[in-house]
């Protein structure tokens, strides 16, 4: 592994991904600041300082137009002339080495236009309506942005509601974000000349805002930057140390061998054997990672300081080299991830897995297609622009907007609904420090990004805002589930909504609530209602719980009311059915058929019985659930085959006051046994607690609803 590669102080460690351009010369910022120095020599060509930044634009938009570019350069250079930087250099060469990052990385031509001015407004004499009238809006837009985050970090005071401000400043366009992120990496990198004080200062803040912001936008290469220049300055004998780790393995790697080489050496030939067209490289890990691995294992080997990077063209290659790999070589299948199936909320696309080596040292493997190899480096500044012709249609549900990733989004709701600016900035913090997020599904196919740790509260909030007081349950990958519910990476959520305008969040759920969202709508839901020591509850009506089984026909697009009236029924003559195919009870969301004799049959919405009821062009008519009445369920116990098993589940439902109408025990295979009973509950709101006793039956180990009744 190369020193190089693994020093943070090397700026060129933002060219990591130039190993799919290696042709092109790696850029000295050192001669850029010299070039600079010297200026724009002549008019009639390119100054060299920023011939360097187009040349890395064109690698990757080979169609750009560097004039922008060169105008951007010229009133930089001259408004900034004979300001110095801290270090004795010229001012410009700053601009410069912050536009250079975000080329490198892949900006578009807009946001390095504005990366260029970006400290013009604040530190010269050129004004904004200059900049917008020589530049577009677009650009104006963006330097007024950056313009104000700058202030936001320097300023202490007032800082929560200076957050405000720049949230709503930047809320309609990460690309102001992209360019902060760059200026505070280059600001980092020379930080060497700032008081002890002052490093320290400004790594915290870094360490704060900067890098949470650089991992919620995916900018991975920024981030891990920024993470070893902090180290470095925060914990300097724990950096030192982490750094000779590094050089000692490289010395044992040039001296026995390179455990990485090898293992990526195997990987080559497996996929040559396979016929698969794959680039394979070791990727070193930085000094925060082999801190962070060393503390997890201890005693660190070769394969554990870095990892192997496996480049192919198609989302399909990916699978493919990773059955190769799981055939040819040893795979270690608990560190198999897809996050190409399930995409990490910040667009990060993989598949991870690891593979043993006979002397036992695990090596990680990463495998991605180049594009997403691209995303997983540059993040939303691989995106570019948004705005451009044919950029990518919206329909991606959480990814549709790139200058606005769903958590920016959300940020800005909260904003407006926070009435008080601690609690906002206080939340916001606490948002930031999530380590990561999780992505669950709704039934229809949609993805939502929560933190880790989220729950069926958060999850109801996040989708439906305030009306997410009126959720009743959840079903968690199909299963009724309680709203306290913790969700993990990959669960499908189905949220059951009450149809009644009184409903209210009940307090215990601010225990549950994980998300600023949640807590915010529900604390000023709490604050505004206050409770009435009488009930416990709230001053108005309390909240109708789903109460029962016999649901109530009405007509469709019912006005809400609440269910403690007592409810004829609506259209009279009309009686409910519920249907035997899927036993619906509630919260269960419902749809009705109006079948001979004027009666309805009542189906969970989900049922195959409700579609091919559709299909037939059946009349579908709106129901709910009224407040009483008894239900009837079917639930499928599967357990592990034991004697008395059958006599303890009857016990167990017995015992909950719960008739059993028919049962059937299937005969057991490999010492599993599904028991299916159809029950008759004396009040369906009773069905959670149900469950939860006969999972507590030793030997079973699920109970969930079945689409069919017990055979009679
Ligand atoms: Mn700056």
């Keep these: 592994m190369s020193a190089e590669a693994t020093n943070p102080l090397t700026p060129a460690t933002v060219t990591t991904a130039s190993h799919r351009r290696k042709n092109r010369p790696r850029i000295d910022l050192r001669r850029l600041g010299r070039a600079a120095v010297l200026g724009p020599a002549a008019r009639d060509r390119l100054p060299d300082a920023i011939g360097h930044v187009v040349e890395a634009h064109r690698a990757h938009h080979p169609d750009a137009d560097p004039d922008i570019l060169r105008r951007a350069y010229l009133l930089a250079e001259s408004s900034h002339r004979g300001q110095m930087r801290k270090s004795g250099e010229p001012y410009i060469t700053h601009p410069l080495a912050v536009t250079l990052i975000l080329a ?3 900006a578009e031509t807009t946001t390095l236009t504005a990366s260029l001015l970006h400290d013009t407004v604040e530190d010269t004499e050129v004004t904004l309506e200059q900049v917008g009238a020589e530049f577009g809006e677009e650009v104006r837009y963006l330097v007024d942005g950056v313009t104000k985050l700058e202030k936001v970090d320097y300023g202490a005071a007032a800082e929560p509601e200076t957050f405000r401000k720049m949230l709503v400043a930047t809320g309609n366009d990460v690309r102001v974000m992209s360019i902060k992120l760059a200026d505070r990496l280059h600001n980092m990198r020379t930080l060497s000349v700032m008081r002890r004080e002052k490093q320290e200062r400004i790594a915290k803040v870094t360490r704060d805002v900067l890098i949470p912001l650089a991992e919620r936008l ?47 050496d195997e990987v080559r030939g497996v996929l040559r054997e396979a016929g698969i067209q794959a680039e394979v490289v070791i990727r070193p890990r ?29 989302d399909a290659d990916c699978y493919a080299v990773l059955g190769e790999l799981h055939t040819c070589l040893t795979p270690v299948v608990s560190e198999f991830k897809d996050f190409i199936a399930v995409p990490k909320f910040n667009l990060y696309q993989s598949l991870h897995t690891a593979v043993a080596r006979p002397d036992g040292q695990v090596a990680e493997v990463l495998i991605r297609t180049h594009q997403m190899h691209r995303v997983a480096e540059a993040g939303v500044v691989a995106l570019g622009n948004p705005y451009a012709p044919g950029a990518d249609d919206p329909s991606d549900g959480e990814r549709a907007d790139p200058t606005r990733p769903g958590w920016l989004s959300r940020l800005l709701d909260w904003q407006e609904s926070a009435q008080d600016t601690d609690m906002f900035w206080s939340t916001l913090r606490e948002d930031l420090a999530q380590d990561r997020e999780i992505t669950v599904f709704r039934p229809d196919g949609g993805a939502l990004g929560l933190p880790e740790g989220a729950s069926c509260v958060d999850a109801a909030y996040a989708l439906y805002g305030e009306d997410a007081h009126a959720c009743i349950g959840a079903r968690v990958n199909g299963r009724l589930a309680t709203l306290s519910t913790v969700l993990k990476d990959g669960d499908t959520v189905q949220l059951l909504m009450g149809q009644d305008v009184a409903s209210e969040p009940s307090r215990e759920w601010l225990e549950h609530a994980h998300t600023p969202g949640a807590r915010i709508a529900i604390q000023r839901w709490l604050a505004t209602h206050p409770s009435d020591p009488g009930t416990g509850t709230a001053a108005e009506d309390p909240a109708p719980r789903p109460g029962g089984g016999g649901a109530r026909h009405v007509p469709d697009a019912p ?16 009686g409910a059915r519920l249907a035997r195919c899927c036993t619906p009870v509630p919260p269960d969301e419902i749809t009705g058929f109006l ?48 004697p008395h098993l059958l006599a303890d589940l009857t016990e167990a439902i017995a015992l909950e006051g719960v008739a059993i109408v028919s049962a059937t025990v299937e005969p057991p295979t490999q010492q599993r046994v599904r028991h299916t009973y159809t029950l008759q509950l004396p009040d369906a709101a009773h069905l959670p607690a149900l469950m939860r006793a006969m999972r507590d039956v030793a030997g079973v180990y699920d109970v969930g609803r079945a689409q069919h009744p017990a055979a009679q």
């Excluded at 590094?246 to 061998?257: E, F, K, L, S, Y």
């Excluded at 009542?602 to 009483?628: L, P, Q």
């Design 104 to 106: 490198e990385l892949g």
């Design 218 to 264: 995916g900018v991975q290469v920024l981030k891990t930057e920024l993470e070893d220049l902090v180290f470095a300055i925060l914990h300097p004998e724990e950096y030192e140390r982490t750094r000779e780790l590094i050089a000692g393995n490289a010395d044992r790697a040039a001296r026995d061998g390179d455990t990485l080489s090898e293992t990526a």
């Design 595 to 642: 079948v001979r004799g004027g009666v309805v049959t009542v189906h969970r919405v989900e049922c195959a019985g409700a579609a091919r009821m559709r299909s037939a062009e059946r009349a579908e008519v709106g129901v709910r659930w009224g407040d009483t009445g008894e239900c009837r369920v079917t639930l499928v116990a599967e357990s592990f085959q034991r």
């Design 559 to 574: 006005a809400p009311r609440p269910a403690s009236e007592s409810v004829v029924v609506d259209r009279p003559g009309t």
């Design 286 to 314: 930085h000094h925060v990672s082999v801190h962070r691995v060393a503390r997890k294992r201890g005693q660190l080997r070769g394969a554990d300081f870095g990892r192997i990077l496996v480049l192919v063209g198609e």
